[in-house]
């Protein structure tokens, strides 16, 4: 398995609050992803990053934002949860853009009530 | 715009019976296709990938796919299904030589092998 943390993997918070999900890779690999997965859309990319300090934005990318301070570590941030965030995120790393494999972490439910 | 359609949501089949499940793809430049398997409250993990070279590309567990360009698709098949293949499998696309770390994703395709 790809070294690939999550944190939390569970969380349930409320409308209007901040939220951040860590994701941390042991791989050493360049690109970093989150994707959010919801029921009838697959997996959608919100933000990736090409190095440190280096991130873009994605299909969904309203309401989230990214930081990317070291190599091994990418954060999700929700500024302001809503309920329509409520999803399960995934963390990606690749060390392509294109080509190379996508390894995945095991996933961050997140419940925005 | 380049997308990737999963023609099936759900697909039931027997155990030790043929499985195929469908994936069609639009793009006007060359992709690199993916197959990902999704085991419940889990991440995915990569079955199969087609970069070039051969059409017929043969990844874990039994499983093997298609790489048609004349009929934009990437059917993955496999002769024999188990019980354990059991999950939700998601077909993806990305461009050669793309500038966005973009991974397309089809909407999935849940797999129910029944004894």
């Known amino acids: 398995d790809a070294g690939i943390t999550q944190s939390p993997r569970h969380k349930v918070t409320e409308t209007g609050t901040p939220v951040t999900l860590r994701c941390h890779q042991t791989?050493?690999?360049?690109?970093m992803y989150w994707y959010r997965q919801d029921p009838g859309h697959g997996l959608r990319l919100i933000h990736y990053?090409?190095?440190?300090?280096?991130?873009d934005k994605g299909e969904v990318s309203d309401g989230y934002s990214v930081s990317r301070s070291k190599t091994e570590d990418f954060l999700l941030t929700l500024e302001s949860a809503t309920s329509s965030q409520t999803s399960v995120y995934f963390c990606?790393?690749?060390?392509?853009?294109?080509?190379?494999?996508?390894?995945f972490g095991e996933g961050s439910w997140l419940t925005v009530v | 715009a380049q997308s990737v359609t999963q023609l099936d949501s759900q697909v039931p089949v027997f155990e030790e019976a043929p499985v195929e499940l469908r994936c069609n793809y639009s793009?006007?430049?060359?992709?690199?296709l993916f197959w990902y398997v999704q085991y419940p409250n889990q991440g995915l993990q990569l079955l199969l990938k087609?970069?070039?070279?051969?059409?017929l590309v043969k990844g874990i567990n039994g499983f093997e796919a298609e790489f048609n360009k004349s009929q934009t698709s990437f059917h993955l098949r496999k002769p024999s299904v188990h019980i354990s293949d059991t999950a939700e499998y998601f077909c993806?696309?990305?461009?050669?030589?793309?500038?966005?770390?973009?991974?397309?994703f089809g909407k999935g395709t849940k797999l129910s092998v029944k004894p």
């Open positions: 990053s090409y190095g440190v300090k280096d991130t």
């Open positions: 990606a790393i690749s060390d392509s853009l294109s080509g190379n494999t996508i390894y």
């Open positions: 087609y970069l070039s070279g051969s059409t």
């Open positions: 791989e050493n690999h360049r690109y």
């Open positions: 993806a696309a990305s461009n050669y030589g793309g500038s966005q770390g973009n991974l397309i």
């Open positions: 793009s006007s430049v060359s992709v690199y």
